[in-house]
């Protein structure tokens, strides 16, 4: 609590002693500013707020990311011209979940996401790249339809990227 300076006389006796400030005047102005610093400082049955939920789309920047890496793991045992195909639609799925986190103001995950081991042949690989492309073109819509006025561009802009990553898989 602060202490409190008196620069002015304070009445003790009758009205008509001195002039001044009452006794009573004082004390109650003292209560007063003791009553709302105690209630300003959460000192009186104050509850701390909980915290706030996850972002609807974090789960993007894992999927995001998870999808590189599944990206890159199958350039890596594809013959070269998929090879370079793939690598081009890691590097947008790493680009989605930068711009993801910058818009939620989350950082990223320092390990990147471990795919899955590469399927024995190029035409698994590619069918398994696209049902999960598929999925995450599903994901990216859902969250558009969902999402505040101030994310729909971005994640319409993704949307329309996975549709295109799905017809390069073609």
Same mark, same amino acid.
């Given at each position: 609590m602060f202490p409190v300076v008196l620069t002015s006389r304070v009445r003790t006796g009758s009205r008509d002693d001195v002039p001044g400030i009452r006794r009573r005047a004082v004390l109650l102005s003292a209560v007063l500013a003791g009553a709302a610093g105690a209630t300003?400082?959460?000192?009186?049955?104050?509850?701390?707020?909980?915290?706030?939920? @996850?972002? #609807?789309? =974090? *789960?993007?920047? $894992?999927?995001?990311?998870?999808? +590189? %890496? /599944?990206?890159?793991s199958a350039a890596?045992?594809?013959?070269?011209?998929?090879?370079?195909?793939?690598?081009?639609?890691?590097?947008?799925h790493d680009a989605h979940a930068r711009e993801?986190?910058?818009?939620?103001?989350? @950082?990223? #995950?320092? =390990? *990147?996401?471990? $795919?899955?081991?590469?399927?024995? +042949? %190029? /035409?698994?690989a590619v069918a398994a790249l696209r049902a999960a492309e598929t999925k995450a073109h599903d994901t990216a819509v859902?969250?558009?339809?969902?999402?505040?006025?101030?994310?729909?561009?971005?994640?319409?802009?993704?949307?329309a990227c996975r549709a295109s990553h799905l017809e390069a898989l073609t």
């Open positions: 300003g400082c959460g000192l009186i049955d104050e509850k701390p707020a909980p915290p706030p939920p @996850p972002d #609807p789309l =974090a *789960p993007l920047i $894992g999927e995001a990311l998870a999808l +590189s %890496a /599944t990206y890159r890596a045992v594809s013959d070269p011209d998929l090879a370079v195909r793939l690598t081009a639609i890691a590097a947008d993801v986190a910058q818009l939620i103001a989350t @950082p990223l #995950p320092s =390990a *990147p996401a471990s $795919g899955p081991p590469p399927s024995a +042949s %190029a /035409t698994s859902a969250a558009c339809l969902a999402a505040s006025p101030g994310r729909v561009a971005l994640l319409g802009s993704i949307a």
